[in-house]
T-cell receptor, first 112, second 114 residues
Framework: LAKTTQPISMDSYEGQEVNITCSHNNIATNDYITWYQQFPSQGPRFIIQGYKTKVTNEVASLFIPADRKSSTLSLPRVSLSDTAVYYCLVGRSSGSARQLTFGSGTQLTVLP | EPEVTQTPSHQVTQMGQEVILRCVPISNHLYFYWYRQILGQKVEFLVSFYNNEISEKSEIFDDQFSVERPDGSNFTLKIRSTKLEDSAMYFC????????????FGQGTRLTVV
């Protein structure tokens, strides 16, 4: 499994765009990049998944450069309720559980 | 939106006792998982289950753990003889059979071993 590295914590203010970058230097050809969000005492919740270039959904964008050795989760105009831990996961999306290996995550704190 | 449900939300048990944590995955899903999260630590994979058998397990999932899908809807995690260090949040997750699909997690069961 590709090892991921993320900042331990980030602070932001309401209304700002937040970018969280994840490094995954040994990503394999078949690996996808997935981001989950976790609030205290709740289960992780899927945010977005991508393979290359850019993916956008109603809550976030995911930017993946051509070499795929990193990825950036972009949250537009964050609010206080976006305060959570954000996990970057890298692995094959083939039904095997092993791709759902969580690292330490990034604690995002949104300040008023 | 479909959801994974877990019961109980909180369980307190004495060391050495057996506990069963219950999960109802999303109905058309085929892959099932248990994870745990010790307070303040990261989410750790325990076991995956597909086609009525364990497909993968971590080193945490030793002989005191077992999983079962007894009736086609419930998915249970049994801890035979609980230890203090088993105190954690336990999350159940499920996903469907398609490639590149998200896993849906339940709200978790907080297990406290005293």
């Amino acid at each position: 499994l590709a090892k991921t590295t993320q900042p331990i914590s980030m602070d932001s203010y309401e209304g700002q765009e937040v970018n969280i970058t994840c490094s995954h230097n040994n990503i394999a050809t078949n690996d996808y990049i997935t981001w989950y969000q976790q609030f205290p005492s709740q289960g992780p919740r899927f945010i977005i998944q991508g393979y290359k270039t850019k993916v956008t959904n109603e809550v976030a964008s995911l930017f993946i450069p051509a070499d795929r050795k990193s990825s950036t989760l972009s949250l537009p105009r964050v609010s206080l309720s976006d305060t959570a831990v954000y996990y970057c996961l890298v692995g094959r999306s083939s039904g095997s559980a092993r791709q759902l290996t969580f690292g330490s995550g990034t604690q995002l704190t949104v300040l008023p | 939106e479909p959801e994974v449900t877990q019961t109980p939300s909180h369980q307190v048990t004495q060391m050495g006792q057996e506990v069963i944590l219950r999960c109802v995955p999303i109905s058309n899903h085929l892959y099932f998982y248990w994870y745990r999260q010790i307070l303040g630590q990261k989410v750790e994979f325990l076991v995956s289950f597909y086609n009525n058998e364990i497909s993968e397990k971590s080193e945490i999932f030793d002989d005191q753990f077992s999983v079962e899908r007894p009736d086609g809807s419930n998915f249970t995690l049994k801890i035979r003889s609980t230890k203090l260090e088993d105190s954690a949040m336990y999350f159940c997750a499920s996903r469907d059979s398609n490639m590149n699909t998200e896993a849906f997690f339940g709200q978790g069961t907080r297990l406290t071993v005293v």
